[in-house]
Structures are given as C-alpha cells and as structure tokens.
C-alpha cells in the first residue's frame, strides 16, 4: 500500500478557529499519524500550504510548526497546481470571494460555516460548484462529536420510539470586555462586521436538526442584544449592533417540535456548554457535545405535583451515563474526524454529504430567523435538495 500526497490549501491559518481547530488538532494531527487511509489501504499525507493577510504572523505559525510553505497572496496560492484543496477558515464577509476564486480555479473545496452572509450567495456558491463539479464540503463538526454520536446511535437504535420534541441551551457568559477580557472576538457584536449569534449558531443548529431529527418546516424566532456596549481588543468601548441572543423554536416535517436557546450572556447550570434533551414515547436523552444520559419508559418515576411539600426526589439520579463504546482509544477530535471524512470522500470520488447547498440550508435557516424576529411572526421553508 502507498502513501499519497494531497495538497491542501489553508487560507486563515492564523485566525483563531483555522489556527487551532484545523490546522494543529486536524492537519498537523493527521499529518502526525501518518495521513488517512481510503479504500484499497492507501493513505493521504496533507501538504500543507498556509495563507493569510498578516505576514508575520503567517511566518510565525509556520515556523513553529516546520511548515515552509505559505503565502499572503491567495491568488498565488490557488494557481499553484500542486495543491488540489482549498480550505476557508476566513471571517466570514471575506468567504465568499475567496470561494468563488476557488470554484473557479477548480479546486476542491472545504470551508468553514456560515458559507455566506446571506442565503442568495450561499445558493450561488452551491450553484457554481456543481456546474464547475468540483467537490464541496462545509464544517459540520458537531456531528462527530462523541455526545451526538451517541445520540445518533441512540435514534438508530429505536430507543426514542417516536420523537416528540428537542430542547437545547446553549451558551456562556461573554465577559463585556471592560474589566475582563471578552472570550470572543468583537467583531462577533457588530452586524455590519458579520456578526451576530444567529449568523453563528443558526446554520449549527440546521444541521444538526436535519441530520438527527428530520427537515426543518418552519422557524419562530426572538433575538435581543441584551449587552449594548462592549470593549474590543483595544480597550475601546464600542456599541454592540448584533443580536447577542435568539430564542428559537422550529417545526419539523413529522411533527416534533426543537425549541433552542442560544446566548453569550448566560450563566452556566448545565454539565455542558450546549446540551440537548429529547424526548420520546418510548425513553428520553439528555446529551451534551461529550456526555450522554438516558431514561427509558420502564425506568421513569412517577411525579405527582404538589409546590407545597418539598419533593426529596433525586431526579437527576434516575438518568443512566451512555457508555463511550468507541474502543480502547476513544473519540478522537471532531474537527479531524471531519477533515478524514471529507479528505477519504474526495479521494474516493464520492459526493460530500454535508456539501455547499447543506451550508446554503444553514444560512436559509439563520437569515429567517432573523426576519421572523424582526417582523414577529413564523417563516415556512420550503425544501431545497437540488439547485
């Protein structure tokens, strides 16, 4: 068996999520273990070819890791023949362009989320990748990782029996900047800069609901800003003109009803920053990005109502931990779980399922919901498997 090597093309790599996610827990991971096997027992070996804006920074991540190929010239890097894949960790007002460079120079072509700041370019991306036929892929990470795995394997299982309904919090507590650093770039706080929980955590939720429990039908949304001034990297207070809030709840084609909160300005009192409960005739889950708990129909207690005794129940008690079950080495990394997928797909000549128009279904979603607020009331969305 041979060992192949693949060029890929890394624009953003020193951004936060390029930098960390992709290029060191994914690339330079698969790198490490020596590339990823495909059908027939080859193995692809990433060569890596780094872009960004900044060029010190650029020569900076290139040099800790031994890396000597990299450019700030995006246009440079996608002539280059040696490398087949191009990826986009970019903010995402600058993705679009660059995608369409990509589409256009024949590229294959992995990108972070939201692939567009509004549905009509998204469905323009999807539209010149398949008359180009170049192969496409979108981030979907949460879907690989072990507590929706889990999940996954629970509703294979039938354990659910019919689904009735979805509830998910999600969110922390984003510091205003003033007395202690934000966690989130401020860029994230500004609309006309592309921000906005909803752009960020909609086109998640889209796939996430499509892949486990079914198309989504129809949105009711309220988004607030409930922090109106925040400080940036400079210490510079600056007033925050993206919604920092949504409260969501989304009809399904079959009935169940997923109701999702999404907030950088709660406190945590969950096991995880984003847990999931979901409900059925026949059992219950509670399910995190790691952690699974589950209550079948024959191991659930019987409540009676009655606000003027305490109840000495232990509730949380009666939920049983799922086990791992993923062999002696565990879950690895979603993020390179993902890269291996798209990567194995590619190389195999197999259509990508989490592809642009997947990506264009997750803007839909986001960009109705914020219009669903603005004029308060609910948004149908039709079926979009085909440009």
Do not use: C
């Amino acid at each position: 068996m041979a060992t192949r090597r693949i060029g890929i093309i890394v624009n953003g790599a020193t951004g936060r999520m390029g930098y960390r996610q992709h290029l060191v827990r994914s690339l330079l991971a698969i790198q490490e273990q020596g590339g990823v096997e495909i059908a027939g027992g080859d193995r692809l070996l990433p060569d890596l070819l780094l872009v960004g804006r900044n060029e010190e920074k650029l020569r900076g991540v290139a040099e800790k890791h031994g890396l000597t190929a990299w450019t700030t010239d995006v246009d440079e890097a996608l002539a280059n023949p040696d490398y087949e894949v191009y990826f986009d960790a970019l903010v995402t007002n600058l993705r679009v362009a660059n995608l369409k460079k990509a589409i256009a120079a024949g590229k294959a072509i992995y990108t972070e989320k939201p692939t567009a700041e509004t549905f009509e370019d998204a469905l323009e991306l999807a539209k010149l990748a398949k008359e180009a036929g170049v192969v496409n892929g979108v981030v979907h990470d949460k879907l690989y990782l072990p507590g929706l795995l889990k999940l996954r394997r629970l509703i294979d299982s039938g354990f659910f029996g019919e689904i009735l309904s979805v509830r998910g919090e999600f969110g922390y507590w984003v510091y205003e900047g003033d007395w202690q650093s934000a966690q989130r770039p401020s860029w994230n706080y500004r609309s006309e800069d592309g921000g906005g929980i909803v752009a960020d955590m909609f086109p998640h939720w889209n796939y996430v609901i499509e892949e486990l429990f079914g198309r989504i039908e129809d949105v009711y949304a309220q988004t607030a800003t409930h922090i109106g001034r925040r400080w940036d990297e400079q210490g510079e207070q600056y007033t925050a003109t993206a919604d920092d809030a949504a409260y969501g709840v989304f009809r399904l084609e079959g009935g169940t009803v997923v109701q999702m909160n999404s907030s950088w300005d709660v406190r945590v009192h969950r096991d995880e920053l984003v847990e999931f409960q979901v409900d059925g005739t026949r059992g219950s889950a509670v399910v995190g990005l790691h952690g699974a708990r589950v209550q079948p129909r024959e191991a659930t207690p019987k409540p009676v109502w009655n606000p003027d005794v305490k109840d000495p129940h232990d509730y949380r008690g009666d939920w049983i931990e799922v086990p791992d079950n993923a062999g002696p080495d565990g879950f690895d990394n979603g993020f390179k779980v993902q890269w291996e997928d798209f990567l194995a797909h590619y190389a195999e000549g197999r259509e990508y399922p989490f592809d642009f128009l997947s990506g264009a279904r997750g803007v839909r979603l986001a960009e109705a919901g914020l219009t669903s607020s603005a004029e308060g009331r609910r948004i149908s969305l039709d079926p979009l498997t085909e440009v």
